[in-house]
């Protein structure tokens, strides 16, 4: 089931320019009897009959075919298509495929290597709506701003083709051709050599448990689906019945060629727990070594993360010890648990959050179910991780999902009030995981981040209108719900940049600074090991978190109650001096009742005032032997 198929798909799938103006395509078509290339442009030709190379392969050489050339494979004699593995579609996901040379950009990034995911604070955008122009280039402008912000990675939603210009790029079905309205494969490369220059690395969200419901044409060519597993979009992929092996190569050629041909620096794997495969070796897996491989070779690091739902410890573990050797996975759980406290929502599946405890576990912990019963399931989840390091786990208090799937794409301000969004940009920023922040969370940006989609297909247009308005019911939100294909739906979501520098987005910007600063200044606050950290939980209402590092330690204290309180606690013995306080006035806030140092000579117990919904974080320094 999964030896390798006579033809090495990982380098060859697809259409490769040669010397001399000639191209080689190559496609796997068992469900054709025939298959040939028929040039669209600029000179039009007859189609050219391919060869078959061995059972369900199919190949040709075409002299005066170069980059620029367009094409669509003609099957059986009656139907054109794109290719499977198109590298680019100029005119959409129904027009023909495009040959190009990744290898002809003229890359200024010789010597960037990379960045292990320990060292990154990521910046997740969605390319349509960081910009009102909504492209590639147009965001090169704002790099320096993010870069000054404190972060060192942006993340882009998934890029690869999809139908229409507005989609979250979920739907995609072009999954080697960077989408044609944000520029396409040349606006990519710029892209990303432009943040290599500002010293950001790239992490790229890819698809691979299914694919888009419009312009989706692999199952006429391939066995590319099955109906043995069912994911929430429909047929899942085929990763271990018949004919996978081919199938497999597929999702990992397209895995390579991002890291090979636009010079992404690590892989974001949406939703694995909608990929099923029972082989002896799983395809994420399989993925992540052809990766690591390809690294070594290019002298780069490039970590594979993962979101998933599971709380499966063994998405990170290392082979060796059964698991698939991720580099790290999105820990939904420290979201829920700080969302509830913020917010006071219980529906859902945060009706298994909403305690003080929960955000200590998703601290010292990692996942808060880790085998224990879970209400919203019915059953126990998860596994343990209290044993491993932060730094494989990304967390977040807002992202895409968690905002755009609300039944109105709120954001954290439109649901809690400022001094409640600075105790979160704290909560997060403490953590000794790696964090994420969604564009536009530093300055409290207001507008909603909606479902959006731009499908050409009028009963595909009315089904998913429908099923959006009938999502939300566990929630228990009410009200109209936004129709993802109306242009309006898109157009609110995109960000308004000015407001940076208007108050009080000004102030909760300046905070983030402030915090992410402090995060690159003390180890004690950074990514790192859990061994020499303290979690305690203070009257319900208030958490205290207490790490060390070779240079000193931290001391943090959160406060998820509406009124200042007097606390008394029993920390090491001083001199502890307060960094920051998010009360302060240079914040916007009403000012910090927090001491300037806290006084524990000849006990170590301290009293402490904080204010009601504040952060306050103290340095002692290194501690002695």
């Not at 090495?8 to 490769?16: F, I, L, N, R």
């Not at 009742?593 to 117990?605: D, E, F, H, V, Y």
Request: proline share 8%; net charge neutral; hydrophobic share 35%.
């Amino acid at each position: 089931m999964t030896t390798r198929s006579p033809l090495q798909v990982s380098s060859d799938v697809g259409a490769t320019p040669l010397a001399s103006g000639r191209t080689r395509f190559t496609v796997w078509a068992p469900r054709a009897q025939q298959v040939a290339v028929r040039v669209t442009a600029p000179d039009p030709r007859e189609p050219v009959p391919m060869r078959r190379r061995s059972p369900g392969w199919f190949s040709l050489t075409l002299d005066g075919a170069g980059p620029g050339t367009q094409y669509v494979y003609l099957l059986d004699g009656e139907r054109e298509r794109p290719d499977p593995a198109s590298r680019s579609l100029p005119e959409g996901v129904h027009g023909p495929s495009e040959v190009i040379d990744p290898a002809a950009f003229p890359w200024t990034d010789a010597g960037w290597r990379g960045m292990p995911l320990r060292d990154m604070v990521i910046y997740e955008i969605h390319t349509g709506s960081f910009t009102p122009d909504g492209t590639f280039e147009a965001v090169i402008p704002r790099l320096p701003a993010v870069r000054d912000l404190g972060v060192t990675a942006l993340e882009l939603m998934p890029v690869a083709s999809f139908p229409g210009n507005r989609n979250w790029g979920y739907d995609g079905v072009g999954l080697f051709a960077p989408q044609r309205s944000y520029g396409g494969p040349a606006g990519l490369q710029r892209l990303v050599d432009a943040c290599h220059g500002h010293g950001l690395a790239v992490v790229l969200d890819v698809v691979y448990n299914h694919l888009g419901p419009e312009g989706n044409y692999l199952a006429e060519f391939g066995p590319y689906f099955t109906d043995r597993y069912q994911t929430p979009w429909g047929q899942a992929v085929n990763f271990d019945g018949p004919d996978a092996r081919p199938v497999r190569d597929f999702v990992i050629a397209n895995a390579l060629s991002w890291v090979r041909d636009y010079h992404v620096d690590a892989l974001r794997l949406d939703a694995i727990h909608s990929i099923f495969d029972s082989s002896p070796v799983h395809i994420l897996r399989e993925l992540n070594d052809a990766v690591q491989r390809l690294a070594r070779r290019l002298g780069r690091t490039v970590p594979v993360i993962a979101e998933s739902d599971l709380n499966e410890r063994r998405v990170i573990d290392p082979a060796r010890k059964g698991g698939y050797g991720l580099a790290g996975q999105w820990s939904d759980d420290f979201h829920h648990s700080l969302h509830t406290l913020l917010s006071g929502e219980r529906d859902g599946y945060y009706a298994d959050f909403g305690s003080i405890r929960h955000l200590a576990k998703a601290y010292s912990d990692g996942f808060v179910y880790d085998g224990i019963p879970s209400a919203y399931r019915g059953r126990p989840h998860g596994t343990p991780t209290r044993d491993l390091p932060g730094e494989r786990f990304i967390i977040c208090t807002q992202n895409h999902d968690q905002v755009g799937n609300r039944a109105r794409g709120d954001r954290l301000s439109a649901l809690v009030d400022f001094e409640r969004l600075k105790l979160a940009a704290a909560a997060l920023l403490i953590a000794p995981c790696v964090p994420l922040l969604f564009m536009g969370e530093e300055y409290g940006e207001p507008a909603p981040f909606q479902y959006f989609t731009d499908f050409g297909d009028p009963g595909l247009q009315a089904a998913v209108t429908r099923g959006r308005r009938e999502e939300f019911a566990a929630f228990g939100w009410t009200g109209e719900v936004p129709d993802p294909q109306d242009p309006a739906t898109f157009r609110r979501s995109v960000l308004t940049w000015e407001l940076r520098e208007q108050e009080p987005h000004r102030r909760l910007l300046d905070l983030y600074r402030t915090l992410l600063a402090l995060r690159r200044r003390f180890a004690a606050l950074g990514v790192g090991g859990k061994r020499r950290m303290t979690v305690r939980t203070l009257e319900e209402q208030v958490l205290a978190l207490t790490r060390w590092a070779p240079d000193g330690g931290t001391l943090a204290l959160l406060h998820f109650g509406p009124e200042a309180r007097r606390l008394r606690l029993r920390i090491p013995r001083g001199p502890w001096t307060r960094l920051v306080d998010s009360a302060e006035e240079r914040f916007g806030g009403p000012g910090a009742r927090s001491p300037q140092r806290l006084s524990t000579a000849g006990t170590s117990l301290a009293e402490v005032t904080i204010a009601g919904h504040a952060a306050a974080i103290y340095l002692r320094d290194a501690p002695d032997g």
